[in-house]
């Protein structure tokens, strides 16, 4: 006993010995970040701000720009309202858009510019169900009809999101439950997927979403159908009423989105601890960030509510 408290007492003053007061200074400069991501039928908005340091807690953010222009399909027009950062415009984005970004701030100039892609034209979304001891197995089917001649590129993202009451790790006492996280889905019947860029988990938003990114050069034109795979671990303590719903979502991206989806998962990679980080992409002159459009086209079903028919939403929240 006596030697283990001498161990003890030792690996005390060891640590104690290894404290080190280290000043960390803000010696990097505010930058400027632009993001935006212009989307059908909404409302047309940036985000302006500029870095914070770490250690700042003030959490101020704000730049108030000396000029804010977009142009959209060669008409300009100023920012009409402002909230958090945000800078709204008078004009309801629509598919084909094309749109610049000009801003001038703090004496540099900032440029960006992209379009808005159009929704991907998905039909036959369908369900069905498998069950086994461990896991249900939902199977969702739907066929994207592939626009001829034009380049497109793709992002189907599966999401799961479970409220309600279980009960904690010891079974003693029930708590609320209200998450999202983790889906896994195959592509079993298109071995086109294969050869093409695929990211299976990306951070994002502090969840792990599960997501399938492919270029249409091998289905220009084609009627392309897709099988998502969907596993739910059966929870024994889950208590009724517990909501499980599944949201699906096929995005066709612009190039520059595309491009920044793949830089993101390189970056949060969790094989990439040990890894040289390098820098997240973005098409902004004069600033960091990303303009680059959307356009999607989300599903949601409850299957302990209303079955396997997938439902369309106008967008995910």
Known sequence: MKRNLLILFAAVLLLASCEKTVDVEDEAAHELVLNGVPTPDRRAFVYFAQTRFFLDSSNNQQVVPDNMVLTVNGVPMTPDSVSRCRYFFPYTLQEDDTLTIDISARGHDVHARTYVPRYPDVNNVTATYFASPSFNFHVVNL?????????????????????????????????LVDTVHATYF????????????????????????????????????????????????????????????????????????????????????????????????????????????SASRHYIFNPDTIGMTPVPVSRRE
């Open 143 to 175: 066929r994207l009809d592939d626009r001829a001649g034009v380049d497109e590129y793709y992002n189907v993202m599966v999401t799961a999101r479970d409220s309600g009451l279980r009960y904690n790790e010891w079974g003693d006492s029930l708590e």
């Open 186 to 293: 195959l592509v079993p019947n298109n071995p086109e997927v294969t050869s093409n860029d695929v990211c299976p988990f990306i951070p994002l938003g502090g969840y792990l979403y599960s997501r399938i990114m492919f270029l249409d050069r091998n289905i220009d034109g084609q009627q392309y159908p897709l099988q998502l795979y969907i596993m739910q671990t059966i929870d024994t303590n889950e208590r009724p009423p517990f909501k499980h719903e599944y949201m699906i979502d096929v995005e066709s991206v612009t190039p520059a989105r595309w491009n920044y989806i793949l830089s993101a998962a390189s970056q949060s990679s969790m094989f990439s601890f040990f890894a040289e980080q390098g820098q997240t992409y973005g098409n902004v002159e004069g600033a960091l960030g990303v303009f680059a459009g």
